[in-house]
């Protein structure tokens, strides 16, 4: 079992930043691929940001790229995803999830182990 606990959630202003972590217990950290998504009000969650186990390679959703950075500490055993230049459209819970697949993956059905949540709000 791996434990998924988000922080950094608030709210941020049109252009402003927040940082989100998500803390892991349990298994080895360094085994698992990260990812972060995110749900908005009346949709479906979506994918935003991939990291690998060892944080050399990550992959982004277009709507972000550019904007947000996904980063991971294994000594911490924590994630993290750097968000700039936030916009209203960017107001979700943003969850973060663990997954042993080895190549990237977009979809939720491939990840294991899932955050309870943490909020986003971005004012205009």
């Known amino acids: 079992q791996v434990q998924l606990v988000e922080s950094g959630g608030g709210l941020a202003q049109a252009g402003g930043s927040l940082r989100l972590s998500c803390a892991a217990s349990g298994r080895t950290f360094s085994d698992y691929a990260m990812a972060w998504f995110r749900q908005a009000p009346g949709k479906e969650r979506e994918f935003v940001a991939h990291?690998?186990?060892?944080?050399?390679?990550?992959y982004y959703v277009d709507s972000v790229k550019g904007r947000f950075t996904i980063s991971r500490d294994n000594a911490k055993n924590t994630v993290y995803l750097q968000m700039n230049s936030l916009k209203p459209e960017d107001t979700a819970v943003y969850y973060c999830?663990?997954?042993?697949?080895?190549?990237?993956?977009?979809?939720?059905?491939?990840?294991?182990?899932w955050g309870q949540g943490t909020q986003v709000t971005v004012s205009s």
């Open positions: 990291i690998n186990w060892s944080g050399g390679d990550t």
């Open positions: 999830a663990a997954t042993t697949a080895i190549v990237v993956v977009t979809g939720e059905i491939a990840y294991d182990y």
